[in-house]
Every structure is written in C-alpha cells, then in structure tokens.
C-alpha cells in the first residue's frame, strides 16, 4: 500500500517524490556539522551527543526511505528516529542543563511521550503537524529559559526555525494546485537546521580545556 501524504507523489514507485527524497541529505550535512561541532569544543566522545548525531543520521534515512517506498514500514522508519531524538534530548538537557534528579527527568519525558502520542491520534488536523505541537511548546519554554539565565539563543533560535518549518508541512496539500512540488520539502532543510541548533545548546561555548599528559 503506497500512502499519497505530501504534494510531490502524483503516484507509486520509487522515485515519485524525488525532490523530498533528496532533501533529506540536508539531515546528513546536520549530523556532520554536529558530530565536527562536538570535536572541535572537546566533547566528541560525548555518548549524549553521540547518539543525538547517529539519530539525526536515522532520521534523514528513514524519512529517504518514506519518500521513496511511501508504505507503513517506511513511514514507522519516518516517524521514530524523530520521537527517539526529541525524547534523548529532552532527557539530556533536563539532566545536565536543568540538573534535575533522574526520577523527575523520567517523569517529565512520560508527559512529554504522552503528549505526542495523544495529539498524533488526530492526523487530519494541520496535515498531521498537530503531532509536533508539545515540541514546539517545550522548544519555546526551553528557549526562553536558555535566554534568560545562561545568554544561549541556540534553542530559541530552533523554536522560531521550527515555527516556520511546522507551518511549510502544514500548508503543503493546500497549496498543492499552486505549487505541485509542495512545500515538505522546506521542512526537511529547516528541520536539519533545528536539529543541529538542539545538539549545540547541549554544548560548551568554547573548547573544553585539554587535561595535561
């Protein structure tokens, strides 16, 4: 079963979405530039930041997958890794940037994953951007909260990129008989953008002294 979501797909077949097949390369070049960001400010072997870089890579591939293969498999391969980031990053910055008790953290991420999971169950709405509304919420209350008390724009930087890449998935179908190459594929270059925003506010501002041999 070949699932029609965006604009581009006028059909079945591996290549009836090309340009939102190619776009998600922009995801790669984003775990590059954070897995590069990481080494240059000492925090490489950072697992944390590690395993946010390897799902920002499963991220550009499965959504690849999805627009080329369009089926429920690829679509599950779509949507994952993208949970699975939001959810470690969450975990990450309530740990090490907030500094709350893991007990408090693990619950804060369950109200998170609930919340996701509940606004999922009306994908009609917002050509199922609805889904992403708790991230946008916690991006912005992140943000503001990386402004007032450390002078970091990097996550309000992401809530204000995320704002628009939410809002070119949600006019994609609209503006179908305008523009029939769609505008998803606008959301995967923002997106990649975020991500990367997200992996740096869990960074130094500068490279980490180096320990003496």
């Not at 604009?7 to 922009?26: F, I, Q």
């Not at 870089?53 to 599950?76: D, M, Y």
């Not at 991420?109 to 916690?138: C, D, I, K, Q, W």
Request: with cysteine; glycine share 6%.
């Amino acid at each position: 079963m070949t699932l029609d979501l965006y604009c581009e797909r006028l059909g079945p077949g591996l290549l009836a979405e090309p340009v939102n097949a190619a776009t998600n390369a922009a995801f790669l070049l984003s775990a590059l530039w954070i897995r590069t960001r990481a080494r240059r400010l000492g925090v490489g072997g950072d697992r944390g930041i590690a395993g946010l870089t390897a799902l920002v890579v499963a991220i550009g591939v499965g959504s690849a997958l999805f627009h080329t293969f369009a089926t429920p498999w690829a679509l599950l391969a779509d949507v994952l890794p993208i949970l699975l980031f939001q959810l470690l990053f969450l975990w990450l910055y309530l740990r090490r940037r907030a500094a709350v008790g893991a007990a408090v953290a693990q619950v804060v991420v369950s109200l998170f994953l609930l919340a996701t999971l509940a606004s999922r169950t009306v994908p009609e709405l917002l050509n199922g951007s609805l889904a992403y509304a708790p991230t946008l919420v916690v991006v912005l209350l992140l943000g503001w909260r990386e402004l007032r008390r450390r002078h970091r724009p990097e996550l309000l930087a992401a809530a204000v990129v995320f704002s628009l890449s939410l809002l070119m998935r949600s006019v994609d179908q609209l503006l179908c008989p305008w523009l029939p190459v769609g505008t998803h594929l606008v959301w995967h270059l923002l997106n990649a953008v975020v991500l990367a925003l997200a992996a740096a506010a869990l960074m130094p501002h500068s490279p980490r002294p180096q320990s003496a041999p």
